[in-house]
């Protein structure tokens, strides 16, 4: 099944946001460990890395129902709204 426009932007977004937010928690937890800067950029761009292809790999399928399910409500309510209007 392939994605549409729509969903490939929204893994995409959620693909970034998901993956600076791994990246500044892994900075911050090793800062506050009191590793050595350049060690904690290193662990944290690793980090982030393996977020990234994690997002991509999980976050299709997840986006897929999210959007059926939010379109099949959405032909229920009108549906229902037209059967209103008719009577």
Known sequence: MSQGK?????TRVTAAYVTSIVFAVA?????????????????SVIAGACAL?????????????????????????RAE???EEEH
């Open 27 to 43: 900075f911050l937890a090793a800062c506050a460990a009191g590793v050595d800067g350049s060690t904690a950029i290193w662990r």
């Open 53 to 77: 292809v994690a997002a991509y790999l999980l976050a299709p399928p997840v986006i897929d129902v999210v959007l059926t399910s939010m379109a099949r409500d959405e032909a229920k309510r």
């Open 6 to 10: 729509g969903s490939q932007e929204l």
């Open 81 to 83: 709204l037209d059967a």
